[in-house]
Protein backbone atom coordinates (compact mmCIF):
# COMPACT_ATOMS: atom_id res chain seq x y z
CA UNK A 1 0.00 0.00 0.00
CA UNK A 2 0.78 3.31 -0.14
CA UNK A 3 0.50 6.43 2.74
CA UNK A 4 -0.37 9.85 0.92
CA UNK A 5 -0.72 12.90 2.27
CA UNK A 6 -2.51 16.21 1.21
CA UNK A 7 -1.90 19.72 2.25
CA UNK A 8 -4.01 21.79 2.88
CA UNK A 9 -7.07 19.70 4.22
CA UNK A 10 -9.20 21.84 3.39
CA UNK A 11 -9.58 25.99 2.42
CA UNK A 12 -11.87 28.79 2.02
CA UNK A 13 -11.02 30.83 -0.95
CA UNK A 14 -11.70 34.00 -2.59
CA UNK A 15 -13.14 34.30 -6.39
CA UNK A 16 -10.32 35.02 -8.69
CA UNK A 17 -7.85 33.52 -6.53
CA UNK A 18 -5.48 30.80 -6.68
CA UNK A 19 -4.76 27.50 -4.49
CA UNK A 20 -1.93 25.55 -5.12
CA UNK A 21 -2.29 21.60 -3.48
CA UNK A 22 0.39 19.37 -2.39
CA UNK A 23 0.66 15.77 -2.59
CA UNK A 24 3.57 13.69 -0.66
CA UNK A 25 3.53 9.85 -1.16
CA UNK A 26 5.85 7.66 1.33
CA UNK A 27 7.22 5.92 -1.64
CA UNK A 28 8.28 6.63 -4.95
CA UNK A 29 6.35 6.18 -7.51
CA UNK A 30 5.70 6.57 -11.08
CA UNK A 31 2.10 7.94 -11.62
CA UNK A 32 0.21 10.11 -10.00
CA UNK A 33 -3.50 11.30 -10.77
CA UNK A 34 -5.24 14.19 -9.58
CA UNK A 35 -8.96 13.70 -9.28
CA UNK A 36 -11.64 16.18 -8.50
CA UNK A 37 -15.14 15.26 -6.72
CA UNK A 38 -17.78 17.87 -6.73
CA UNK A 39 -20.53 18.00 -4.51
CA UNK A 40 -23.09 14.95 -4.04
CA UNK A 41 -20.97 13.36 -7.19
CA UNK A 42 -18.71 10.89 -8.52
CA UNK A 43 -15.01 11.54 -8.94
CA UNK A 44 -13.48 12.84 -12.23
CA UNK A 45 -9.60 12.69 -13.15
CA UNK A 46 -8.83 15.88 -13.95
CA UNK A 47 -4.80 15.12 -14.72
CA UNK A 48 -2.28 12.20 -14.58
CA UNK A 49 1.39 13.42 -14.06
CA UNK A 50 4.41 11.42 -14.56
CA UNK A 51 7.72 12.50 -12.85
CA UNK A 52 10.01 14.27 -15.91
CA UNK A 53 7.01 14.71 -18.16
CA UNK A 54 3.97 16.89 -18.92
CA UNK A 55 0.92 15.96 -17.36
CA UNK A 56 -1.62 14.52 -19.53
CA UNK A 57 -4.89 16.27 -19.13
CA UNK A 58 -8.30 14.74 -19.68
CA UNK A 59 -11.23 16.01 -21.59
CA UNK A 60 -13.06 18.78 -20.02
CA UNK A 61 -9.45 20.18 -18.18
CA UNK A 62 -6.45 22.41 -19.60
CA UNK A 63 -3.18 23.48 -17.62
CA UNK A 64 -3.87 26.76 -17.69
CA UNK A 65 -6.64 26.17 -15.19
CA UNK A 66 -5.26 22.94 -13.62
CA UNK A 67 -1.47 23.50 -13.61
CA UNK A 68 0.06 20.56 -12.00
CA UNK A 69 4.31 19.89 -11.26
CA UNK A 70 5.71 16.65 -10.52
CA UNK A 71 9.36 17.08 -9.25
CA UNK A 72 10.28 14.20 -7.91
CA UNK A 73 8.76 11.15 -7.61
CA UNK A 74 7.21 11.21 -4.32
CA UNK A 75 5.55 14.81 -4.59
CA UNK A 76 3.20 16.58 -6.93
CA UNK A 77 1.22 19.81 -6.87
CA UNK A 78 -1.99 20.73 -8.61
CA UNK A 79 -2.85 24.14 -8.92
CA UNK A 80 -6.80 25.08 -9.15
CA UNK A 81 -6.32 29.16 -10.89
CA UNK A 82 -8.64 32.01 -11.47
CA UNK A 83 -11.08 29.97 -8.96
CA UNK A 84 -14.81 30.23 -9.18
CA UNK A 85 -17.51 29.07 -7.31
CA UNK A 86 -18.06 26.20 -9.44
CA UNK A 87 -14.42 25.37 -8.22
CA UNK A 88 -15.84 24.25 -4.70
CA UNK A 89 -15.03 20.30 -4.86
CA UNK A 90 -12.66 18.03 -2.59
CA UNK A 91 -9.30 17.72 -4.72
CA UNK A 92 -8.30 14.04 -4.15
CA UNK A 93 -4.73 12.43 -5.73
CA UNK A 94 -3.92 9.74 -5.75
CA UNK A 95 -0.94 6.48 -7.20
CA UNK A 96 -0.88 3.42 -8.20
CA UNK A 97 0.93 0.84 -6.07
CA UNK A 98 2.28 -2.02 -8.49
CA UNK A 99 0.87 -4.90 -7.34
CA UNK A 100 -1.62 -3.84 -4.71
CA UNK A 101 -4.05 -1.02 -6.09
CA UNK A 102 -4.79 2.42 -6.56
CA UNK A 103 -4.61 4.47 -3.05
CA UNK A 104 -5.89 7.84 -2.60
CA UNK A 105 -4.73 10.80 -0.76
CA UNK A 106 -7.16 12.17 2.32
CA UNK A 107 -8.72 15.16 -0.37
CA UNK A 108 -8.66 18.71 0.10
CA UNK A 109 -11.90 20.24 0.86
CA UNK A 110 -12.39 23.39 -1.55
CA UNK A 111 -14.90 26.16 -1.18
CA UNK A 112 -14.83 29.27 -3.50
CA UNK A 113 -16.53 31.85 -1.96
CA UNK B 1 -14.60 3.92 -23.82
CA UNK B 2 -14.56 2.68 -20.10
CA UNK B 3 -17.69 2.97 -18.26
CA UNK B 4 -19.02 1.91 -14.77
CA UNK B 5 -22.51 1.92 -14.23
CA UNK B 6 -23.71 1.84 -10.22
CA UNK B 7 -27.94 1.59 -10.97
CA UNK B 8 -28.45 1.84 -6.78
CA UNK B 9 -28.26 5.56 -6.03
CA UNK B 10 -29.36 5.17 -2.47
CA UNK B 11 -30.10 2.03 -0.59
CA UNK B 12 -31.01 2.08 3.02
CA UNK B 13 -31.46 -1.08 5.45
CA UNK B 14 -31.67 -1.57 8.59
CA UNK B 15 -29.27 -3.01 10.55
CA UNK B 16 -27.60 -7.09 10.35
CA UNK B 17 -29.23 -6.85 7.28
CA UNK B 18 -27.90 -8.21 4.34
CA UNK B 19 -27.06 -6.11 1.40
CA UNK B 20 -25.62 -6.07 -2.66
CA UNK B 21 -24.29 -3.47 -4.57
CA UNK B 22 -24.67 -3.83 -7.69
CA UNK B 23 -21.30 -2.99 -10.50
CA UNK B 24 -21.40 -3.35 -14.00
CA UNK B 25 -18.86 -2.17 -16.09
CA UNK B 26 -17.94 -2.07 -20.20
CA UNK B 27 -14.21 -2.46 -21.26
CA UNK B 28 -13.06 -3.12 -24.37
CA UNK B 29 -9.56 -4.19 -22.80
CA UNK B 30 -9.12 -7.95 -22.37
CA UNK B 31 -6.67 -7.09 -19.60
CA UNK B 32 -8.43 -4.87 -16.10
CA UNK B 33 -8.80 -4.28 -12.99
CA UNK B 34 -12.10 -3.84 -10.59
CA UNK B 35 -11.95 -1.45 -7.57
CA UNK B 36 -14.12 -1.02 -4.82
CA UNK B 37 -13.93 2.33 -2.40
CA UNK B 38 -15.46 3.13 0.31
CA UNK B 39 -16.21 7.01 1.07
CA UNK B 40 -17.37 7.51 4.92
CA UNK B 41 -19.05 10.80 6.20
CA UNK B 42 -15.32 12.03 6.57
CA UNK B 43 -14.62 12.40 2.86
CA UNK B 44 -11.51 9.73 2.57
CA UNK B 45 -11.51 7.62 0.02
CA UNK B 46 -11.01 4.03 1.20
CA UNK B 47 -9.42 1.20 -0.73
CA UNK B 48 -11.30 -2.13 -0.28
CA UNK B 49 -10.25 -4.69 -3.06
CA UNK B 50 -9.00 -4.85 -6.36
CA UNK B 51 -9.67 -7.80 -9.23
CA UNK B 52 -7.78 -8.35 -12.05
CA UNK B 53 -9.93 -9.94 -14.92
CA UNK B 54 -8.34 -13.16 -15.05
CA UNK B 55 -9.49 -13.88 -11.58
CA UNK B 56 -12.98 -15.17 -11.54
CA UNK B 57 -12.76 -16.22 -8.22
CA UNK B 58 -15.19 -14.26 -5.49
CA UNK B 59 -13.42 -12.90 -2.57
CA UNK B 60 -14.45 -12.99 0.81
CA UNK B 61 -13.27 -10.35 3.90
CA UNK B 62 -14.74 -11.17 6.87
CA UNK B 63 -18.62 -9.57 6.46
CA UNK B 64 -17.52 -8.24 2.96
CA UNK B 65 -17.76 -10.37 -0.11
CA UNK B 66 -17.31 -9.52 -4.17
CA UNK B 67 -18.60 -11.38 -6.82
CA UNK B 68 -17.31 -10.89 -10.49
CA UNK B 69 -19.12 -12.44 -13.11
CA UNK B 70 -17.38 -11.62 -16.33
CA UNK B 71 -19.98 -13.02 -18.44
CA UNK B 72 -22.38 -10.35 -17.30
CA UNK B 73 -19.78 -7.73 -16.94
CA UNK B 74 -20.87 -7.31 -13.01
CA UNK B 75 -18.45 -6.99 -9.89
CA UNK B 76 -21.18 -7.08 -6.94
CA UNK B 77 -20.31 -6.37 -3.52
CA UNK B 78 -21.91 -7.70 -0.83
CA UNK B 79 -22.38 -6.73 3.21
CA UNK B 80 -23.73 -9.43 5.48
CA UNK B 81 -24.94 -8.50 8.54
CA UNK B 82 -24.58 -4.49 8.01
CA UNK B 83 -23.66 -2.00 10.75
CA UNK B 84 -24.22 1.20 11.10
CA UNK B 85 -20.83 2.13 10.91
CA UNK B 86 -21.11 0.68 7.37
CA UNK B 87 -22.96 3.90 6.22
CA UNK B 88 -20.98 5.58 3.60
CA UNK B 89 -20.76 6.04 -0.64
CA UNK B 90 -19.29 2.96 -2.47
CA UNK B 91 -17.88 3.50 -5.65
CA UNK B 92 -16.76 1.12 -8.18
CA UNK B 93 -14.14 1.44 -10.79
CA UNK B 94 -12.42 0.49 -12.98
CA UNK B 95 -9.02 0.60 -14.56
CA UNK B 96 -8.14 -0.31 -18.33
CA UNK B 97 -4.42 -2.37 -19.07
CA UNK B 98 -4.24 0.43 -21.87
CA UNK B 99 -5.85 3.29 -20.12
CA UNK B 100 -2.55 4.14 -17.76
CA UNK B 101 -4.11 2.92 -15.13
CA UNK B 102 -6.16 5.65 -14.44
CA UNK B 103 -9.70 4.76 -12.55
CA UNK B 104 -13.30 4.88 -14.37
CA UNK B 105 -15.54 5.33 -11.50
CA UNK B 106 -19.36 4.93 -11.26
CA UNK B 107 -21.57 7.34 -9.85
CA UNK B 108 -21.75 6.06 -6.50
CA UNK B 109 -24.41 4.30 -3.99
CA UNK B 110 -24.95 5.91 -0.73
CA UNK B 111 -25.71 3.35 1.69
CA UNK B 112 -27.75 4.02 4.91
CA UNK B 113 -27.54 1.55 7.40
CA UNK B 114 -30.22 2.37 10.48
CA UNK B 115 -29.77 1.08 13.78
Known amino acids: SAVISQKPSRDICQRGTSLTIQCQVD?????MFWYRQQPGQSLTLIAT?????????ESGFVIDKFPISRPNLTFSTLTVSNMSPEDSSIYLC??????????FGPGTRLLVL | AQKVTQAQTEISVVEKEDVTLDCVYE???????LFWYKQPPSGELVFLIR??????QNEISGRYSWNFQKSTSSFNFTITASQVVDSAVYFC????????????FGGGTRLMVKP
Open chain 1, 94 to 103: SVWASGSGQY
Open chain 1, 27 to 31: SQVTM
Open chain 1, 49 to 57: ANQGSEATY
Open chain 2, 27 to 33: TRDTTYY
Open chain 2, 51 to 56: RNSFDE
Open chain 2, 93 to 104: ALSGANAGNMLT
